[in-house]
């Protein structure tokens, strides 16, 4: 951070110090339980985010069949690694497509802003822009040179509009260099942008 | 179409002027009491104290306060600190704090002069 944007400490203290002694009249009062902030953040960090999704394309890369199953019953798929999550409305349509070396593939939601929320968490905040929408359908070549994943020519671009029907998520390409790497380390590589198509998912340091 | 109270607020706020800042597919939060603050909210409203659209809107008026007053000398932009004001208009409205009640705790020795 430059010297400019420094935060005045003891605004930052007094407003911990207000959140605090908030916190603490709330419970003195009854109205709210010492562990009530933990178990409703805990939806955001545990149970529904991109977590999630990172661990079933690290599980693609390494398990063809479970990636076959995967795109052809992708509900069905993500049942057999049991996560909390799935079972809201949000997770119940979800469909996987998957890059290779002749298809890139990108979702958008042109439709209202249906996002698959267990296995991406909450959405980038361009994700509603009316010029990502309508541009990412008409020139998704130039949307994606601008993210900085420029897609040759010999390359097919899909795009795939997300709905309250189906809401996709895309299983990025396995990058070079990762053969040495376990499932909790390749998921580590994987961002909710690479699981959109608006990035790709990068090399690991060598080995 | 939400079966979760989480998923439904969070949405509620996305591409809307209260949205929170977020990086990752995850909520940002740079101090423990800006997640604290954020979930006091949800945890209070889940729990059926106010409704979440009501918090909203007083999050809503505080930032459009904020983003109206004067440039220079005014306090830099702060999410977690409006969000902070909103929560307090909020419980002071729905009768779970009195006006005042949350500065005299925090000036205990004030209060009792």
Known sequence: MTPLFDYDENREAASAAKVRALEA?????????????????????????PFNGARIVARAWLDSDYKRRLLEDTPKAIAELHFPGMDG????????????????????????????????GLPP?????????????????????EFGVPISAEKEVKIWDSSAQ????????????SEHLNEAQLAALITPEAMMGVALVPAPPAA | MFTRFE?????????QPDSPPR???????????QRTVFGMALALSKEGHFEWEDFRQNLIHTIAAWENSACGGETRWDYYERYTIALIAILEQCGILEPGELE??????????
Not at chain 1, 39 to 48: I, M, Q
Not at chain 1, 166 to 177: G, S
Not at chain 2, 104 to 113: C, I, W
């Open chain 1, 125 to 145: 905040y361009w994700y509603k822009d009316p010029v990502f929408r309508s541009r990412g359908v008409r020139e998704p070549r130039a949307v994606l040179r």
């Open chain 1, 89 to 120: 409305a949000e997770g119940e349509h979800m469909k996987a497509v998957a890059n290779s070396a002749s298809v890139h593939n990108l979702v958008i939601c042109t439709l209202c802003s249906c996002y698959p929320w267990p296995v991406l």
């Open chain 2, 7 to 15: 998923e439904y607020a969070a949405t509620q706020m996305l591409g």
């Open chain 1, 166 to 177: 189906i809401r996709w998520f895309v299983i990025p390409e396995r990058p070079a260099n």
């Open chain 1, 25 to 49: 009249l709330l419970i003195k009062k009854g109205v709210l339980g010492s562990d009530s902030v933990d178990a409703v953040l805990s939806h955001f960090e545990t149970v529904a985010g």
């Open chain 2, 23 to 33: 990086s990752e597919g995850k909520l940002f939060f740079s101090e423990e009491w």
């Open chain 2, 104 to 113: 005299r705790q925090l000036t205990p020795d004030e209060a009792s002069k």
